[in-house]
């Protein structure tokens, strides 16, 4: 591992996170690693998220995919990406089991998975992903197939998405819940779709704030009915 870049990056990444609210001095951190257990293994094997609190919002980040891997000596921030969700609603003081830990570390655990997540986003701007709702711990976003859609990379004025890292640019990568309507209209007109709904949620304002029971967004600008009968033409 590049020792140098990964301190710098620890200093980075804590500036970031920093100025994006009032963060949390400790992270939630698993008290065995994943990784011996099965799971995947982040570039510098630590998994961490980091809490930051605003006065109307809490936000969960991943602390960790930017880290430089442990077994290679050039400098490099890791899969050149951190995964963030938002939040207005009350999630309550218990972080680490709620819904937003479970959707933040679960979209963290794909991204490794994948590797490639951040080239995705960098080509695209915006992607979507179905995840197992109880393997997830998501079911109150599920739909009828206990799928969960999200969209990841939409972006927001004020919250940078593209970051300067001590190796390499990193991408802050925000995490939305789709409504079962949303999954299927994006999974049915595939691009398109996806970056219909990714305007959407900029000119409605809603942005990756994610909101629980949430009306969908197809619904409030009637573009659900515009979709059956395209369908069928």
């Given at each position: 591992m590049n020792t140098e870049v990964y301190d710098k990056t620890n200093i980075v990444r804590q500036e970031l996170f920093s100025s994006l609210g009032a963060l949390d001095s400790d992270v939630i951190a698993p008290l065995i690693n994943p990784f011996f257990m099965g799971g995947p293994k982040w570039p510098a094997l630590r998994q961490a998220f980091s809490v930051i609190r605003t006065e109307n919002s809490i936000?969960?980040?991943s602390t960790g995919l930017s880290d430089p891997y442990d077994d290679i000596d050039e400098p490099n921030n890791g899969l050149?990406?951190?995964?963030?969700?938002?939040?207005?609603?009350?999630?309550?003081?218990?972080?680490?089991?709620?819904?937003?830990?479970?959707?933040?570390?679960a979209i963290s655990q794909q991204a490794v998975y994948s590797g490639q997540m951040a080239e995705f986003l960098a080509k695209y701007g915006v992607i979507t992903m179905d995840i197992n709702a109880l393997d997830n711990g998501l079911e109150d976003f599920q739909d009828e197939n206990g799928i969960v859609g999200v969209i990841i990379g939409v972006e927001h004025p004020s919250l940078p998405k593209k970051i300067q890292f001590p190796a390499e640019e990193i991408i802050l990568a925000t995490v939305q819940i789709l409504t079962p309507d949303e999954l299927k209209y994006v999974t049915e007109i595939r691009p398109e779709g996806r970056n219909y709904i990714h305007n959407l949620m900029k000119q409605s304002g809603l942005y990756h704030y994610v909101t629980p029971n949430r009306v969908s967004l197809l619904k409030a600008n009637d573009k659900k009915c515009w979709w059956k009968i395209w369908k069928k033409s």
């Open positions: 936000k969960i980040a050149k990406l951190e995964i963030i969700a938002e939040t207005k609603e009350d999630i309550g003081n218990d972080i680490s089991n709620s819904w937003l830990f479970r959707l933040v570390n």
